[in-house]
Structure formats: structure tokens, C-alpha cells
């Protein structure tokens, strides 16, 4: 199964690398840098989880929200920045671009990538418009989500 995603990042002839199952790679830029905190956005108990175990595993600090209004409170409270952000587009108390919007908003420098598995080319212009890094297509590879981070990490929107 490949992720899909739609980007700048993709323009530049990026694609998410496969990893060979069970083999995590670090970069070393990463072993070297300060943690940084990835915020995941989704309503699934268990996406987050995944995506929360696998993150931690790459030495990122993870932090969790069920919908927009713990997203919101979960920025705002922020002990430092938040360099990234995973961000479901269906959300029980919001969509994903409406609440993109009040992230870019409150935390300008984050990077925000969208998760959907409603993705369309409208949806993935809206996003990018707003100032989403990327969108992904669900379901993501667990394997793939580091790289993903990593690069979104080092993407400077414009």
C-alpha cells in the first residue's frame, strides 16, 4: 500500500521512502536536535494511538486531541512550539480546514500536514492554500509516518 500525498514537497520529486517493515530509520539530524513535539488531531482512539507509539518511538514528544477544541487548547498550552502538526480533516467538532485556518492562525510557524481519507484535488488545493505542508490520504503506513514528519519538518511554506 503506498501513501499518497499532495504537495510542494512532491513537486521536488520527493516521495515517501519504504522502509523495509520492522527497520526504523533515524536520521541523524533528528538524533541530534532537540525533541520535538508533534501534535496528532483525530477523532480514532486508535490512528492516534498508532501514529503516537510510532512517533515516540522516533524521539519525537507526542501530544493528542480528539477534535478541534482540544487542538486548540492543546497549542495554546504548549509548553514550547509545536513543529508539527497531524491534523484529521473530519473532526466531530469541526473539519480539518476550518480549524487549519485557527492553527495557522494562533501558531503561524507549524507545520501543518492533513490527513483524509475524503481527499479530493479541491480539498488538497484548499489545504495548501491555507498553509497545510502536505496532505496525506488515509490509511498511512505506520512505517512511512517519520519520514513524513521529518520532511515536513524541513518544508519551508512560502
Not at 503561524?108 to 479541491?122: D, I, S
Not at 509516518?145 to 518544508?155: E, I, K, P, Q
Request: overall charge neutral.
Amino acid at each position: 500500500m503506498t501513501m499518497h500525498i499532495h504537495s510542494a514537497l512532491t513537486e521536488s520529486g520527493w516521495t515517501a521512502p519504504a522502509l523495509h517493515p520492522g527497520l526504523r530509520e533515524i536520521s541523524p539530524i533528528l538524533k541530534k536536535s532537540a525533541i520535538v513535539s508533534v501534535l496528532i488531531v483525530d477523532d480514532e482512539a486508535l490512528v492516534r494511538w498508532s501514529l503516537a507509539e510510532m512517533l515516540t518511538d522516533e524521539g519525537y514528544a507526542v501530544l493528542q486531541a480528539a477534535d478541534g477544541r482540544a487542538a486548540i487548547k492543546a497549542i495554546a498550552g504548549a509548553v514550547g512550539p509545536i513543529g508539527v502538526i497531524l491534523l484529521d480533516y473530519r473532526l466531530p467538532d469541526t473539519n480539518g480546514l476550518q480549524l487549519l485556518g485557527r492553527i495557522r492562525a494562533l501558531s503561524p510557524q507549524t507545520r501543518v500536514v492533513l490527513m483524509t481519507a475524503y481527499g479530493t484535488p479541491e480539498v488538497a488545493a484548499e489545504a495548501l492554500r491555507l498553509g497545510a505542508t502536505c496532505m496525506v490520504n488515509k490509511p498511512i503506513e505506520m512505517q512511512d509516518v517519520g519520514a513524513l514528519v521529518a520532511r515536513a519538518r524541513g518544508f519551508a511554506p512560502a
